[in-house]
């Protein structure tokens, strides 16, 4: 299957500073990817769709301008979260499909811990 | 409004037994239903999908079974063991546009030795 890689896997920083969490897809060019967040014990919430060479699309709900995505090449995603709060701390996981309408394979996730 | 709905929410079963979690759907649109694997402090792994034009697939000890009369589609695992021991979500999407996934609010299955 394709492989979807994110670093780090996980991070620790303080209230107020920004993190750059990247997401890459191993083995194929995605056009799409996908970002999700998830609580404990709960299941997953997408973020936004980040499109190559394009803005990403927001759900409902989502700070775009707190949630800073960029997709720069077919393999490479970036989630920035900026002046991030206690509130933030969560399990962020990217996910990307080889083509549109395809199956959406997963990374490792991110676990973010804002002090 | 939730459009996949899971359950049971958490499943105990003992070593050898069958696991059976359900998802029913509204969307008539969806046309792709896959079940993800999710342990603890992992991405979800992709376990098995269906699409609406057969009534289930079988790979393995894991088995998806599709009613699309009732919109509703169940995973079976078979000869349940420990290591399958994890979160399980089903998804839907539709195959046109983003292919956005849809998730079911997740079982946490515990297979006892």
């Known amino acids: 299957g394709a492989v979807v890689s994110q670093h780090p896997s996980r991070v620790i920083c303080k209230s107020g500073t920004s993190v750059k969490i990247e997401c890459r897809s191993l083995?194929?060019?995605?056009?799409?990817m996908f970002w999700y967040r998830q609580f404990p014990k709960q299941s997953l919430m997408l973020m936004a769709t980040?499109?190559?060479?394009?803005?990403?699309?927001?759900e409902q709900g989502v700070e775009k301008d707190k949630f800073l995505i960029n997709h720069a090449s077919l393999t490479l995603s970036t989630l920035t979260v900026t002046s991030a709060h206690p509130e933030d701390s969560s399990f962020y996981i990217c996910?990307?499909?080889?083509?549109?309408?395809?199956?959406?394979?997963f990374g490792p996730g991110t676990r973010l811990l804002v002090l | 409004q939730q459009q996949v709905k899971q359950s049971p929410q958490s499943l105990i079963v003992q070593k050898g037994g069958i696991s059976i979690i359900n998802c029913a759907y509204e969307?008539?649109?969806?046309?792709?239903f896959p079940w993800y694997q999710q342990f603890p402090g992992k991405g979800p792994a992709l376990l098995i999908a269906?699409?609406?034009?057969?009534s289930e697939k079988k790979e393995g000890r894991f088995t998806i079974s599709f009613n699309k009369s009732a919109k509703q589609f169940s995973l079976h695992i078979m000869d349940s063991q420990p290591g399958d021991s994890a979160t399980y979500f089903c998804?839907?999407?539709?195959?046109?546009?983003?292919?956005?996934?849809?998730f079911g609010k997740g079982t946490m299955l515990l297979v006892s030795p």
């Open positions: 969307n008539t649109a969806f046309d792709y």
């Open positions: 269906i699409r609406p034009d057969v």
């Open positions: 996910s990307a499909s080889p083509r549109l309408g395809e199956t959406q394979y």
């Open positions: 980040s499109n190559e060479g394009s803005k990403a699309t927001y």
């Open positions: 998804a839907a999407s539709m195959r046109t546009g983003y292919s956005t996934l849809t």
């Open positions: 083995d194929f060019q995605a056009t799409t």
